[in-house]
């Protein structure tokens, strides 16, 4: 029951943030445009961090990568 | 496999580097869009060296369609305590070379798509992986859903060995959605799965089995893992830019797999840009880790030996602590574009829970990187 009334929560919590996006102006863009607002900031470091943490952690980097808001996709 | 010294280590770095100035010359020689070159150097106080050069190209073949290929190396030179003990009491100095490439077609503003292979070797591993990927935006531009899935293959063997010891095959996707929630703040939400078959063991990695009753008593036989596992993980994700000049991220991340691996990740990033041509950023990273269930720092079951016995430390409770420095600057170049050079310091602790041989390990990491874009 626990594991329901989370999962119930999970979902409409991301249904609300859905909801509560606001479509931002091309013109209004500005910071989200700045490479450190990208998805990956400096892609010669996260190809070494990815292979370092591969080979150091059992953990599993999701590999799929949206775009970092700037239109710029 | 040689003798761990410093001058063989030296001299393979310097010519991998060279090698890799010399592609970036003349890459960027033939009107390139993007050439990339960066260096890592790991250390750490297990003796593990790595020198790591990558090299990297990017064509935008037209409006629509983008090729790249890139190039990666490790010169390891290793004398760690699983070495000594276990496999040469000299350590080893060893290179692993690696090449990739990628195709990415954006048929129209919001649609993008793209597919990668890459391949690595070493004198004892060779693997390839083949990846596809696909990335959607609504007309809004407010939401991005991607999806990726890729599959690999590994020969892993001894040096020496006639033969590879075994093989192993692994496939797994991933999903991630991002939102744009106001004009300074993104999230994203990402799940990925994996599952991998075969031979997933170090032929390098021995276990003392040791007799509770006799402190004598002991026998040492090669590591056993599942010949499958299955493994997953979902990260949340925040990016903010509270003034133009400042930006922050943090993310968490679950990862758990059958193994009863389960570990939670958190970071925060603040980026800070004085001016439009200095950045410099500040990570701090936490991973706490549950071990495998069949994980053991000591194995004390004779005359039984155990079907399942485990010497991989990264499949023990674990508990790293990391802090990374990054300085960046871009400058205008006279090729009509921008160069972008990085430099990059990181520590990490881990304290390794259950490892007798191993209770805890400091490594160092620095970077430099240059990327010239037009």
């Known amino acids: 029951v626990t594991h329901l009334v989370l ?5 409409l919590s991301l249904a609300s943030l859905a909801e509560a996006c606001v479509p931002v102006a091309a013109w209004d863009r500005g910071r989200l445009a700045h490479p450190e607002m990208a998805d990956s900031p400096n892609e010669q470091c996260a190809g070494f961090d990815g292979h370092l943490t591969g080979a150091r952690e059992a953990a599993l980097e999701p590999s799929a990568a949206g775009g970092g808001g700037c239109g710029c996709n | ?15 991998a580097a060279w090698a890799l100035v010399a592609l970036a010359l003349a890459s960027l020689a033939r009107a390139d869009e993007r050439v990339a070159i960066d260096g890592h150097l790991y250390l750490d106080s297990d003796r593990l060296e790595v020198w790591h050069p990558h090299a990297g190209v990017q064509i935008d073949l037209d409006e629509e369609l983008a090729v790249a290929a890139s190039y990666d190396a490790d010169v390891i030179s290793a004398a760690t305590i699983d070495v000594r003990t276990a496999a040469s009491p000299r350590g080893f100095v060893e290179s692993r070379h690696g090449l990739g490439v990628d195709l990415t077609a954006a048929p129209s503003s919001t649609l993008r798509y793209g597919v990668s292979a890459s391949g690595s070797f070493a004198p004892d591993y060779a693997s390839g992986t083949a990846s596809a990927r696909l990335a959607w935006e609504d ?10 899935a890729s599959g690999s293959y590994a020969g892993v063997g001894r ?4 033969a590879p010891v075994g093989d192993a095959w692994a496939g797994g996707a991933s999903v991630a959605w991002t939102a744009v929630v106001s004009r300074a703040m993104v999230l994203d939400l990402a799940l990925a799965g994996e599952h991998a078959r075969g031979y997933l063991e170090s032929p390098y990695r021995f276990v003392t089995i040791h007799d509770a009753l006799d402190p004598t008593g002991s026998v040492v036989v090669p ?18 830019a509270p003034t133009d000049d400042l930006f922050v991220r943090g993310s968490y991340r679950f990862h758990a797999d059958d193994w009863g691996v389960a570990g939670h990740t958190v970071s925060v990033e603040a980026a800070a840009a004085p001016v439009p041509e200095l950045l410099a950023s500040l990570e701090l990273r936490c991973l706490v880790q549950r071990g495998a269930s069949f994980y053991r720092g000591r194995y004390e079951t ?5 079907t399942l016995r485990a010497r991989d430390r990264e499949l023990a409770p674990t508990t790293t602590l990391g802090a990374a420095l990054r300085l960046e600057t871009r400058f205008a170049g006279p090729w009509n574009g921008e160069a972008r050079l990085f430099l990059r310091g990181e520590l990490l602790y881990t304290r390794l829970v259950d490892t007798p041989l191993l209770p805890e390990r400091l490594a160092g990491v620095v970077g430099l990187g240059l990327s010239f874009e037009r």
């Open chain 1, 7 to 11: 999962r119930a929560l999970l979902v």
């Open chain 2, 1 to 15: 496999v040689a003798a761990t010294e410093r001058g063989p280590v030296r001299r393979r770095a310097t010519r």
């Open chain 2, 139 to 148: 007309d809004t531009r407010t939401h991005t859903v991607a999806v990726a």
């Open chain 2, 159 to 162: 040096v020496g060995d006639q």
């Open chain 2, 223 to 240: 590591e056993s893992l599942p010949d499958a596992r299955t493994r997953g993980s979902a990260r949340a994700r925040i990016r903010i």
């Open chain 2, 302 to 306: 004779l005359p039984d030996v155990p």
